[in-house]
């Protein structure tokens, strides 16, 4: 059975730093391509990075380029979010996904265009 368990959110001061896992199990995960997304209340599911199993490519939004990086582990099976300098308005749920079929080439990063989810994983940037 396919599973994604994220960990490592909690609560951080402006400027800190998390590192947030995602361990899938049932299946291969350096075959699939990643995406990390967060919610807020009130809010769509906003594509944070997503990385490109064809291809290699990894997309960032904006908001969070130049301070999140994704790494892999595969001899975990767990993939990483790497936060940095982390400010309020990176606060939310986050979640990783991988797309039903592997070797995918991610062109955007958005939550239709992945289908199994992890149960999330909560990240508070406050002082």
């Known amino acids: 059975q396919l599973q994604l368990v994220e960990s490592g959110g909690g609560l951080v001061q402006p400027g800190g730093s998390l590192r947030l896992s995602c361990a899938a199990s049932?299946?291969?995960?350096?075959?699939?391509?990643i995406g990390w997304f967060r919610q807020v209340p009130g809010k769509e599911r906003e594509g944070v990075s997503c990385?490109?199993?064809?291809?290699?490519?990894?997309l960032f939004a904006d908001s969070v380029k130049g301070r999140f990086t994704i790494s892999r582990d595969n001899a975990k099976n767990t993939v990483y979010l790497h936060m940095n300098s982390l400010k309020p308005e990176d606060t939310g749920v986050y979640y990783c996904?991988?797309?039903?079929?592997?070797?995918?080439?991610?062109?955007?990063?958005?939550?239709?265009?992945?289908?199994?989810w992890g149960q999330g994983t909560q990240v508070t940037v406050s002082s």
């Open positions: 049932g299946f291969t995960l350096d075959y699939y391509s």
């Open positions: 990385f490109s199993r064809s291809g290699g490519s990894t």
């Open positions: 996904a991988v797309p039903a079929a592997a070797f995918t080439v991610q062109n955007m990063c958005v939550a239709d265009e992945f289908d199994y």
